[in-house]
């Protein structure tokens, strides 16, 4: 699932572990955020008749913001 681990699978086994691992049942109106440069994320099958949507922002701040 993760090549980038495969030289190191005691660091995804460690990351995977059932308390670092948010499963979220989805809802209507739901919305989850994450930050990309320190999460790994996947999603799980779905039912691909429905309408899924995506976005992708980044945030700029600076120093003292």
Known sequence: IYPEFAAAPELLA???RPEHVLRH???VGDAV???NTQALH???AFDDTTVRV???VNIL???GA
Do not use: C, G
């Open 54 to 56: 995506m976005r992708h």
């Open 14 to 16: 460690a990351a995977t």
């Open 61 to 63: 701040t600076t120093a």
């Open 33 to 35: 955020l994450w930050n």
């Open 25 to 27: 049942d989805w809802a």
């Open 42 to 44: 996947r999603r799980e």
